[in-house]
Every structure is written in C-alpha cells, then in structure tokens.
C-alpha cells in the first residue's frame, strides 16, 4: 500500500481524497496555486506545496511542478482527482517515468478512450451499441455533407477532443449543416487546440445514464448500476440522481453487463464511466468513457454503501476487485451548488461568502471546501459544494432534498440553491419526466413567486 498519496487537484474533491487516505493510514500532500492557499485542503493535508499562480495553466496543469512537489515530499502516488490533468495521458506516462504511481488508468487507455472517436471504434468492436455515425475523424467538410444525409438528420457534430458541450452542434437541416461545421471546429481550436471532428445520429428525446464501473490489474471488472444525469445546463450536469427514474430492472441489467463487457474488452484498470444516451424507447447507445472519478460519485456511494476513492486506491495497489456487481437499495440525488446567479442566466458570482449554514440531519451528506470568509476565486470551476440526500424511496429523498435545502445559506455570493429549491418543485421532475432537454424549458420564477 503507498506510504504517501499527493493530491493533484483543489477544492471539494482534493478534500474528499484527503478524507479517505487519512482513514487509510496513508499521509497525503496537497497542491494549491495562491488563489487556494486558504482552501479546505491546504488545512487538512499533511504537507502542501505551492505549485504557482492562480492560472490553471501556470498551476494545476502545469505537470512539471506537480511532479517536482512529489519528489519534494517523496510521494509515491498522485491521485488527479476529475478535470484538470486526470484524463491527460501524458501527465499518467510522465508519472510512471518517474516511479510515482497514477492513480487511474495507463496513458495508452487514456489515449483510446479519451479520443471520443476511437473509444466509439473500440467500443463497436467490443459489441457495446454506438450511436450511428462517422467512423472516425471526418476529414473534410464533403465528407461531413455526405454522412449527414447518410446518418439522417437530425445529426450532432462533435469535437474528438471536446468536453464541457464545447464544439457540439445540433443541426436539423441541410442548409444550417456549413455554419454548424465551421462554428464547431473553430470553439473547438480555441478550447482544446484540435478541431477535429466527428457526426452522430441525434438522439431525439435522450436520457444521459451512465454506468460506474471499477476494473481491476488482472483485467476483471463490475458495475456499480447506474446514475441519471440528464438535466444539464449547456451540456454541464446540475444534479443527478440513481436509481434513474427511466431505467427498468430490464435495461438496468442490461446496460450494466454492457458496462462490464466494454471494461474488461479494454482491460480498464481504476474506477472509470461508461456514458450512454438512452432514448424514448429505452434503447442505449454508447457515448464516451470518462476514465476517471466522476464529480456525482458520493450518489453511488450512498445507495450502495462504498467508497469508491478508497476502491480507487486499492485497484492502483494491485488488490483484485471482487468483482460482485452492485444495484441502489436506496434513492439518492445530488444537486450541485455553483456560485452562480440563476436569476441572471447563471453569471458566475466568485467573491467572499461572509455567512455559511449547512443542513444536517439523517440522510444529509455535504462535499465542500467552503466555509464562512472564504474567498472563491474567480479562476476555476464555479462549482462550491454537493449536497447529496438520500432515502428509502425517490419520494423520500426529494423532500429530504427540499428541507436541505431550505436550510442551506451562503451569503456573500449568489449560489444555484434557488434554483435547485424550484427544480424539487417542477412537476416533471417530481414524475421523473426529464430528458437533456428539460433545461431548454425551465424558467426561474422570481423570488417573491416562491
């Protein structure tokens, strides 16, 4: 087992690692850029090593300084946490040349999944079922005409290397196919310097579900069921449920032993998702795997009883998974709270919280790196804090949720948890009756309304 785990990451979920290596005996380093240096986990890490300005750039992808704080501290593994450098391959190759651990995936499978285009390739052959498009890379802008009337429109145009709904495009017809191209591939250049691109059949009226999966070094992998993720802002998530409201016990089994088959068809090591959109008529299709800890992992952790960071760490030491497949004996949803305004189309609100008073009670978990005169930066994620209920039934877990929230309050800046207080009250949601869609239609009622 490692002796010494840094962090490469900030915030609630540099925190949340912390947490868990500490009860594992195992002491931990933490990084921060000095816009951090008064986070949560600066405090609560053993030894903290600054690793530059509040630049991302110049900070916590900077993995030249990531690696030099662990030699300095004699690290022998790097936990990358989600975002930042935890899909990079490189980073996991550079770590390797220098006999520290990554705590995730080898490079080579980060390289084949990370690439949207190859992991839909790899995952065709696996048997796992891809939405119907492009093969790979559309070369050409002739090529991409001409797969588009093949596919069927509606088409979705997507950025290979993209992330965070950046180079996506919905086009319709024909006529808006050219400004749809050109749009995508130059968001694309400026987002992640590669504007290639590839084409999707649009799924109509989709759910995004995906399923938690852990492989281990000996190639055995299972399922820890699944997570409902589709209302989403912008292709960004803003709460999450499991169980999903949509699944069967049918097509739960069934999406989960496809899961299964397309983790060990690659031999994935670490804890990692396997993303479907499924549609009206509960078909699924594969969309991408994201190869490391997803950010509404606690859910899964609550229904199942499990951690998964510990899990984590075990796999990345050699111990063989179980590999049992686990199902939700209980309902959870997690809302994310964002210091945003919702009443002014989610402008982010960084600046220094001067009153904070988290709920509590049975069933009510909180993930956060705040507290009360902490200044949020305006550097990163807007991201603060997940408050995740949970209870015997869906009923349940939504009034806990609305009672959590009613208690919750930052003042200072303006947070998502209005916002979060009325989806708990739309009607569609409460039935369950949502698809990626549903935040097209919603609109925030004023204060005084609520």
């Not at 890490?45 to 916590?60: F, Q």
């Not at 509606?154 to 050109?182: H, Y």
């Not at 004996?329 to 988290?358: M, V, W």
């Not at 303006?414 to 239609?441: A, C, S, V, W």
Request: one cysteine or more; hydrophobic letters at 35%.
């Amino acid at each position: 087992m490692f002796k010494k785990i840094l962090i490469a990451n900030r915030g609630e979920i540099a925190l949340r690692i912390i947490r868990t290596c500490k009860e594992m005996g195992i002491s931990t380093v933490a990084v921060y850029s000095t816009a951090d240096a008064d986070s949560l986990h600066v405090m609560f890490a053993d030894e903290a090593v600054c690793i530059g300005p509040p630049p991302s750039n110049l900070s916590y992808l900077k993995i030249s300084n990531i690696i030099a704080a662990a030699e300095i501290t004699d690290a022998d593994a790097i936990h990358p946490g989600y975002g930042f450098l935890s899909e990079n391959a490189k980073f996991s190759k550079i770590c390797g040349e220098h006999g520290i651990k990554f705590i995730g995936p080898s490079a080579e499978m980060i390289s084949k999944m990370g690439d949207k285009a190859t992991a839909k390739a790899t995952m065709k052959a696996a048997g796992v079922p891809c939405v119907p498009g492009s093969e790979g890379i559309i070369k050409d802008f002739a090529e991409c005409k001409k797969l588009a009337k093949e596919v069927g429109y509606p088409v979705m145009l997507k950025a290979t290397a993209g992330g965070g709904g950046k180079g996506m495009r919905g086009v319709w017809k024909e006529e808006d196919l050219q400004n749809a191209w050109d749009s995508a591939r130059q968001e694309s250049a400026a987002a992640f310097d590669n504007n290639d691109m590839y084409m999707e059949k649009l799924i109509e009226e989709p759910r995004h579900i995906e399923i938690q999966v852990v492989g281990d070094s000996n190639g055995k992998a299972c399922h820890l069921s699944e997570r409902d993720c589709s209302v989403q802002r912008r292709h960004q998530k803003l709460t999450e449920e499991t169980p999903s409201p949509f699944m069967t016990d049918s097509l739960r089994k069934e999406m989960g032993e496809a899961a299964v088959k397309a983790a060990e068809y690659i031999k994935y090591e670490g804890a990692g998702t396997i993303e479907f959109l499924v549609d009206k008529h509960r078909k699924f299709y594969f969309m991408e795997m994201n190869t490391r800890i997803q950010v509404e992992h606690p859910i899964t952790e609550q229904v199942i009883d499990y951690d998964l960071i510990r899990e984590q760490i075990m796999v990345a030491s050699g111990v063989p998974i179980s590999g049992k497949n686990y199902f939700p004996k209980l309902h959870s949803i997690e809302c994310r709270i964002n210091a945003e305004d919702p009443f002014n189309n989610f402008r982010p609100s960084p600046g220094k919280i001067t009153t904070l008073h988290a709920p509590g009670g049975h069933g009510i978990r909180i993930d956060t790196h705040v507290y009360s005169g902490y200044i949020i930066p305006p550097n990163y994620d807007s991201m603060i804090a997940k408050l995740i209920t949970t209870a015997q039934t869906r009923e349940e877990a939504i009034n806990k949720m609305k009672r959590a929230l009613d208690e919750f309050v930052i003042e200072g800046v303006k947070t998502t948890i209005p916002f979060h207080r009325q989806l708990m009250e739309h009607p569609d949601y409460i039935e369950g009756n949502y698809t990626t869609k549903f935040m097209e239609d919603f609109e925030m009622k004023p204060m005084e309304e609520e």
